[in-house]
């Protein structure tokens, strides 16, 4: 099973300024990563796909980067509504594994 | 608008059965692969299960296989999930996901949750 591994488990960003979120695999994935954002009483919504590609609707200002091992989710100016807990998913191996999340608080 | 909405949560005693249905509305249902993930209480996402689009393959995580079963009824635009054996880990909101298509491993449209609890 790959191991997806998030860093860092809480950031504090403040409100306009960049967040800049990392995900590790375990192994090669390939491009094959998504990510995720989970308000509390959510559901999870889709982000990123491909590991670079905005999901339909989602702002210009979630860019996601990376391949093989290493990603990074950015956020570049981060807006009241963006404050969250953001997961990666790698879904390039069985079984589909999510990391551990990332919560991204209001400094 | 494209929905998913789940039911069929609820207490259940440890080694009791649950089964878990979810609704889909506003696009093709037959046309999509579906998962279910679930997320126990303060904790991260988990994977469950997998069926493809005509409900002939499916695929489960090691910790429900032989216990769990996934299944579809496309003239009736539903999933579901019958849990057996149940047990207190398995205890967890769970959601059942849209593929984005035909198995491309990422889920773009999520309905809102049924919670599980397994607990005597």
Redesign the interface.
């Known amino acids: 099973e790959i191991v997806m591994t998030q860093s860092p488990a809480t950031l504090s960003v403040s409100p306009g300024e960049r967040a800049t979120l990392s995900c590790r695999a375990s192994q090669s994935i390939s491009s094959n990563l998504a990510w995720y954002q989970q308000k509390p009483g959510q559901a999870p919504r889709l982000l990123i796909y491909g590991a670079s590609t905005r999901a339909t609707g989602i702002p210009a200002r979630f860019s996601g980067s990376g391949s093989g091992t290493e990603f990074t989710l950015t956020i570049s100016s981060l807006q009241s509504e963006d404050f969250a807990v953001y997961y990666c998913q790698q879904y390039n191996n069985w079984p589909y594994t999510f990391g551990q999340g990332t919560k991204l608080e209001i400094k | 608008e494209v929905q998913l909405v789940e039911s069929g949560g609820g207490l259940v005693e440890p080694g009791g059965s649950l089964r878990l249905s979810c609704a889909a509305s506003g696009f093709t249902f037959s046309s999509y692969y579906m998962h279910w993930v679930r997320q126990a209480p303060g904790k991260?996402?988990?994977?469950v299960s997998r069926i493809n689009s005509d409900g002939g393959s499916t695929?489960y995580?090691?910790s429900v296989k032989g216990r769990f079963t996934i299944s579809r009824d496309n003239a009736k635009n539903t999933l579901y999930l019958q849990m057996n054996t149940l047990r207190a880990e398995d205890t967890a909101v769970y959601?059942c996901a849209r593929d984005?298509g035909l198995n491309?491993?990422?889920?773009?449209i999520?309905?809102?949750?049924t919670m599980v609890t397994v607990s005597s």
């Not at chain 2, 991260?44 to 994977?47: E, P």
């Not at chain 2, 491309?104 to 773009?108: A, E, Q, R, S, V």
């Open positions: 991260g996402l988990v994977w695929t995580a090691d959601y984005r491309l491993g990422t889920f773009d999520w309905g809102q949750g």
